[in-house]
């Protein structure tokens, strides 16, 4: 699982059936240097490429969010086979350590 920071939503034109509903969140990835910078100084600055996630647990515009991707991505959907690969299953409060 990863951390990464929510910049947006995206609104689909057509959608797979079996992801109809489902909610969308351009997501910037944090790698341990963006979180150490925010640690220090309060302001989360993604650090890697922007992707699209499937959310889970309703994040917004700046907020932080865990990830999973890969085949675990799909486990929420299970035992439907769905085309995702990228899903936000956790809201983060804090990065303190």
């Known amino acids: 699982m990863r951390i990464g920071s929510v910049m947006g939503t995206v609104t689909l034109s057509k959608v797979v059936p079996e992801l109809t509903g489902v909610r969308w969140l351009v997501v910037g990835p944090c790698d341990q240097k963006a979180v150490e910078k925010y640690q220090a100084a309060g ?20 907020q932080v969010v865990g990830f999973s991707e890969g085949g675990e991505a799909a486990m929420p959907y299970m035992p439907a086979k769905v085309p995702v690969d990228a899903y936000a299953g956790i809201l983060i409060d804090s990065l303190d350590g």
Not at 52 to 59: I, P
């Open 43 to 62: 302001d989360l600055i993604p650090s890697g490429e922007d992707l699209v996630v499937a959310d889970g647990v309703g994040g917004g515009k700046g």
